[in-house]
């Protein structure tokens, strides 16, 4: 099990930036593929952005393809999420997740698929105003 604890969110103005952090805890970090989910009101929890255990392949939904950014340090046992750009429709409560399936590699719809994540952070909210 792999503890996660989300960080960075807020308010910010349409054209801004945050960065979201997510301490892991519990199990080694470097060995699990990684991601970022949303939720907005109403809605169901989509996919932003995934990266494999070593840091060196990463996934997008198109929504923030080009504007958000995924990267992970190992050693520090943190996963980061780089929001630019940000618009009203990024509003969201943000979740970092674990896949604790070691050392796994898959297809790109794989990672895109929150069924494949075991471990979820308690979320950060994200509010862009227009």
């Known amino acids: 099990q792999v503890q996660l604890v989300e960080s960075g969110g807020g308010l910010v103005q349409a054209g801004g930036s945050l960065r979201l952090s997510c301490a892991a805890s519990?199990?080694?970090?470097?060995?699990?593929?990684m991601a970022w989910f949303r939720q907005a009101p109403g809605k169901e929890r989509d996919f932003v952005a995934a990266?494999?255990?070593?840091?060196?392949?990463?996934y997008y939904a198109n929504s923030v393809k080009g504007r958000f950014t995924i990267s992970r340090d190992n050693p520090k046992n943190t996963l980061y999420l780089q929001m630019n750009s940000l618009k009203p429709e990024d509003t969201a409560v943000y979740y970092c997740?674990?896949?604790?399936?070691?050392?796994?590699?898959?297809?790109?719809?794989?990672?895109?698929?929150?069924?494949?994540?075991?471990?979820w952070g308690q979320g950060t909210q994200v509010t862009v105003s227009s």
């Open positions: 997740a674990a896949d604790l399936r070691r050392y796994y590699s898959s297809g790109s719809d794989y990672y895109s698929d929150k069924d494949n994540y075991d471990d």
């Open positions: 519990g199990r080694a970090f470097g060995s699990n593929n």
């Open positions: 990266i494999i255990w070593s840091g060196g392949s990463t």
